[in-house]
């Protein structure tokens, strides 16, 4: 599964999803020299070091919303309200 993550300063990066379940995954981010960990805590996927991450796009050539429900793609219109 692919990913396209967004972090707190508005940085994108393409990775790889390898390992999930409802509360934490393991990414391989492109250019990075190690395997990342999100988790989420409150409601919100962080960072490693704490720092909030987005999803702004998850690309599979399946259905994976049985294997983690808390990961969905950001599909919020101009103008609307952020989610909680």
Do not use: K, N
């Not at 993550?5 to 995954?25: F, P």
């Amino acid at each position: 599964m692919h990913l396209t993550i967004l972090d707190s300063i508005g940085g994108r990066h393409e990775a790889v999803l390898l390992a999930a379940s409802a509360s934490r995954m393991r990414v391989a981010v492109r250019g990075a020299r190690d395997t990342i960990e999100l988790r989420v805590a409150y409601g919100q996927w962080l960072c490693e070091d704490g720092e909030p991450v987005e999803f702004e796009s998850i690309l599979a050539g399946q259905d994976f919303s049985f294997f983690c429900d808390e990961v969905y793609p950001r599909t919020r219109a101009a103008g609307s309200p952020m989610p909680s």
